[in-house]
């Protein structure tokens, strides 16, 4: 049985992968009135005269919600807030499992942004933060910075951010195996969607001196009119050489690829192609741009893909809750470029010299370790800030 049907199986078995369990004993009528009416109108009062106190008085200083439209769910694409429900009861089990956060799924069933960010802001106050997630690009950037505006607790997006803070954490490490620079270094990024556009501009803020973005309509260029107004501006920040043409153009000479794009578009050729001892990150889930082995065959010096059953993985899990336990610790009403610069550098330093190696350049997604020197890192980058 392959991990597909087990998994299903499982699903069945379990029928949610989460639950709510009580805080508060409620054995006796005494319980009751102190859980409950009369008792609890004390505590309202206390927050109505001062709301900060919701978070001492209530669940919500470590509760995060996390939200979906179903439209760019996995690399299944747009099926749905109820087919989404799964992926999304499993981040909240991960939020528990790895820092102790409680998570709830909310799966919304629209797509217009007005109302998608008219719903989450009302629903707020309930809230310690708002990771979305699996919302499809350039919908995604619009919808985060309203939010941002709007809510004074942390807004997150996972799918970009997350996903950028854990490559930089491996770039980083990768770069110190091949022994060069991240500013004299050149990086493509193939798909120029919500996970490859923070990708890049995270790279950026890390000091990458050269990026050049790939997406279906070729190399993007400064001072071409894409119908993407995020293209747009991804163009003008990245390509300082004006490259132009296809990934394969691209890849030549490169000492990076990554790729968040589609299934086998790399081919040994291309990797042949690049610079002596190439890093190569194909993050295509659940099939990769190209295989490691096929990677590694034509030459790449390391490689990080996002499968569990295979070295350097490049995971989300190893960041975002950390991420939010500092930041809900912290009580921050966002989250800052420099908690994000501070997680991804908390990751990177987990590999000690003595064990960074070619295929050990990120921390086992299970190491302990990894939440809660993230969160700390965060926490301290926050408390620095308030």
């Given at each position: 049985?392959?991990?597909?049907?087990?998994?299903?199986?499982?699903?069945?078995?379990?029928?949610?992968?989460?639950?709510?369990?009580?805080?508060?004993p409620?054995?006796?009528l005494?319980?009751?009135?102190?859980?409950?009416?009369?008792?609890?109108?004390?505590?309202?009062?206390?927050?109505?005269?001062?709301?900060?106190?919701?978070?001492?008085?209530t669940?919500?200083h470590n509760?995060?919600?996390v939200?979906?439209?179903?439209?760019a769910?996995?690399?299944?694409?747009?099926?749905?807030?109820?087919?989404?429900?799964?992926?999304?009861?499993?981040?909240?089990?991960?939020?528990?499992?790895?820092?102790?956060?409680?998570?709830?799924?909310?799966?919304?069933?629209?797509?217009?942004?007005?109302?998608?960010?008219?719903?989450?802001?009302?629903?707020?106050?309930?809230y310690?933060?708002?990771n979305?997630?699996?919302?499809?690009?350039?919908?995604?950037?619009?919808?985060?910075r309203?939010?941002?505006?709007?809510?004074?607790?942390?807004?997150?997006?996972?799918?970009?951010?997350?996903?950028a803070?854990?490559?930089?954490?491996?770039?980083?490490?990768?770069?110190?195996?091949?022994?060069?620079?991240?500013?004299?270094?050149r990086?493509?990024?193939?798909?120029?969607?919500?996970?490859?556009?923070?990708?890049?501009?995270?790279?950026?803020?890390?000091?990458?001196?050269?990026?050049?973005?790939?997406?279906?309509c070729?190399?993007?260029?400064?001072?071409?009119?894409?119908?993407?107004?995020?293209?747009?501006?991804i163009?003008?920040?990245?390509?300082?050489?004006g490259?132009?043409?296809?990934l394969?153009?691209?890849?030549?000479?490169?000492?990076v690829?990554?790729?968040?794009?589609?299934?086998k578009?790399?081919?040994?050729?291309?990797?042949?192609?690049?610079?002596?001892?190439?890093?190569?990150?194909?993050?295509?889930?659940?099939?990769?741009?190209?295989?490691?082995?096929?990677?590694?065959?034509?030459?790449?010096a390391v490689?990080?893909?996002?499968?569990?059953?295979?070295?350097?993985?490049?995971?989300?899990?190893?960041?975002?809750?950390?991420?939010f336990?500092g930041?809900?610790?912290?009580?921050?009403?966002?989250?800052?470029?420099?908690?994000?610069?501070?997680?991804?550098?908390?990751?990177?330093?987990?590999?000690?010299?003595?064990?960074?190696?070619?295929?050990?350049?990120?921390?086992?997604?299970?190491?302990?370790?990894?939440?809660?020197?993230?969160?700390?890192?965060?926490?301290?980058a926050?408390?620095?800030?308030?």
């Open positions: 049985m392959d991990v597909y049907e087990k998994s299903l199986e499982k699903h069945y078995e379990w029928a949610g992968k989460y639950e709510i369990t009580l805080r508060a409620l054995n006796s005494d319980d009751l009135a102190l859980c409950y009416t009369p008792g609890v109108s004390r505590a309202c009062l206390e927050i109505a005269a001062d709301k900060s106190k919701s978070f001492a008085l669940r919500r509760t995060v919600a939200v979906t439209d179903g439209t769910v996995l690399g299944l694409g747009d099926i749905g807030p109820e087919a989404a429900l799964p992926v999304m009861e499993g981040k909240c089990a991960l939020f528990k499992a790895f820092a102790g956060i409680d998570a709830t799924p909310i799966c919304l069933d629209t797509k217009d942004p007005d109302e998608i960010v008219k719903i989450v802001t009302a629903l707020s106050k309930t310690g933060g708002i979305l997630e699996d919302i499809s690009a350039p919908r995604c950037f619009d919808i985060e309203r939010l941002i505006e709007s809510c004074d607790i942390p807004v997150f997006h996972d799918d970009q951010h997350g996903t803070l854990v490559a930089g954490a491996a770039l980083l490490n990768a770069l110190r195996v091949v022994k060069k620079d991240i500013g004299s270094a990086i493509v990024i193939n798909g120029a969607g919500s996970a490859g556009i923070a990708i890049a501009k995270f790279f950026l803020a890390l000091g990458a001196g050269d990026v050049v973005c790939v997406d279906k070729g190399v993007l260029v400064r001072g071409e009119n894409y119908t993407n107004p995020a293209h747009n501006e163009a003008q920040m990245t390509n300082k050489s490259i132009r043409g296809t394969a153009d691209a890849m030549k000479g490169a000492d690829f990554l790729g968040v794009s589609a299934p578009i790399v081919s040994k050729d291309m990797i042949k192609a690049m610079a002596k001892n190439p890093i190569v990150f194909p993050l295509a889930n659940p099939v990769p741009e190209i295989t490691r082995a096929d990677a590694i065959e034509a030459g790449a490689v990080g893909t996002g499968a569990s059953n295979q070295p350097n993985q490049i995971n989300n899990v190893l960041i975002f809750p950390g991420l336990r930041a809900l610790d912290a009580r921050a009403r966002n989250i800052t470029a420099e908690m994000q610069r501070a997680a991804a550098t908390a990751l990177s330093n987990l590999v000690s010299d003595d064990e960074l190696k070619a295929d050990y350049i990120l921390p086992n997604p299970l190491d302990k370790r990894v939440a809660k020197a993230v969160a700390e890192a965060v926490y301290q926050a408390k620095k800030q308030l």
